[in-house]
């Protein structure tokens, strides 16, 4: 009995003092967790407020107390990519993926990283792993398209797009994606619904909008592409290209002479005559308004176009033809390429309806259909015309 008394004494003391020393050291570790959870917190609030700045600053105090803070790491890496740091961001996202691997936003941010520096075997890695342990993260799958569409593997861009409209349908932007990666697959039917989508959404989504537009139109649905366009011009007001393609648009469509002519000189108003785009209003104004009854207006933009255009140009000949100083001979001679006799034989053409001269007209949209460049403007104007011919 005598000799388990002491050590019964002995362990009470060894307690007592365990405690004693241990107690300061809690209250330490308690402060130094309450100030890393303030810092986390106060860069949070800075990123939100996109303060990124004050946000990269305050995470890198948070590191020197915490080190092995693998969130901390990888919102810094968010916050560095904000800035453009790219190869900064991505140390820390490595930094954070080393110290939570299972962390599939990680892997994720890890491999926008990677993208940001056009380093596209290894961002696709990486999102494959983030896809492994989280297969239903919309923006994941959002990223993968943009990473196949980039390397122009559109086939395997749509699926994923399709995956991220399926994941997170709350988000227009994939469904603009979606919309774009089947513009470059050619299937343009099939663009229009995930686009409208995307403006039902977001209702002032100006890409979404722009694209819509261009497809309706290259669908032959010019109608509702100058109707799309306007909603976009009430977007962005005066837009250059915007104000362009209503023009081209209200030409396609037929019966709309005053409205691209007026669309037309409005560019030419607010941006010059000395843009690569502003000859071609200027036809479209001289055309337009000739087909509305408007000659007046239409010669008051032949006269501006002797001072105002830039005489040396190839365009400036078809506004000589459109004032009777040039034969459709002579204009047909000075066009030296393919491109140039697009242009030559679409607006002799318009110049023969305006005379009343249908059949002649038709030769030349004909020769535009056969032989034009499609690409350009005039190509789509010259087809829209032989059908009305019909």
């Not at 990680?106 to 075997?121: E, I, K």
């Not at 023969?352 to 038709?362: T, V, Y």
């Amino acid at each position: 009995m005598s000799n388990r008394k002491p050590s019964h004494y002995l362990a009470a003391f060894f307690v007592v003092c365990f405690l004693c020393v241990s107690a300061p050291a809690q209250e330490k570790a308690e402060e130094r967790k309450a100030t890393v959870d303030r810092l986390f917190e106060l860069g949070v609030s800075y990123s939100n407020k996109k303060q990124f700045d004050q946000a990269i600053e305050t995470y890198r105090k948070l590191l020197k107390i915490e080190p092995m803070h693998p969130s901390a790491l990888h919102n810094l890496g968010a916050a560095l990519a904000n800035t453009s740091r790219h190869q900064e961001a991505l140390e820390a996202f490595e930094a954070a993926v080393k110290l939570s691997p299972s962390q599939a936003q990680f892997h994720a941010s890890l491999g926008a990283a990677y993208m940001n520096l056009r380093r596209w075997d290894e961002s696709l890695t990486a999102l494959n792993e983030a896809v492994r342990l989280d297969p239903t993260s919309g923006t994941t799958y959002s990223m993968l398209g943009f990473l196949y569409d980039n390397t122009r593997r559109f086939e395997e861009a749509l699926a994923a797009n399709k995956k991220a409209v399926e994941y997170a349908p709350e988000n227009p932007a994939n469904f603009h994606n979606l919309g774009l990666t089947l513009i470059k697959l050619n299937r343009l039917a099939e663009a229009v619904e995930p686009l409208e989508i995307a403006l039902r959404i977001a209702p002032n989504y100006k890409n979404a909008r722009f694209h819509l537009s261009n497809t309706l139109s290259r669908l032959k649905r010019y109608k509702d592409a100058v109707d799309s366009f306007t909603k976009l011009l009430e977007l962005d007001a005066d837009h250059a290209d915007i104000l362009t393609l209503r023009a081209w648009n209200y030409m396609y469509l037929g019966g709309s002479g005053r409205e691209a002519a007026t669309d037309a000189e409005r560019y030419l108003n607010l941006y010059g005559w000395r843009t690569q785009s502003a000859p071609f209003q200027a036809i479209i104004a001289v055309i337009g308004f000739r087909a509305a009854g408007m000659d007046e207006r239409a010669a008051a933009i032949i006269s501006q176009s002797h001072t105002k255009a830039d005489q040396t140009l190839w365009p400036y000949k078809i506004i000589l033809f459109f004032n009777n100083q040039l034969t459709s001979e002579e204009l047909l001679k000075a066009a030296s390429t393919t491109d140039q006799k697009t242009e030559a034989h679409t607006f002799i053409g318009m110049e023969l309806l305006l005379r009343g001269e249908p059949n002649e007209a038709r030769t030349h949209f004909e020769w535009v259909k056969e032989f034009g460049n499609p690409t350009f403007y005039e190509y789509p104007l010259a087809l829209a015309e032989l059908e009305r011919l019909r």
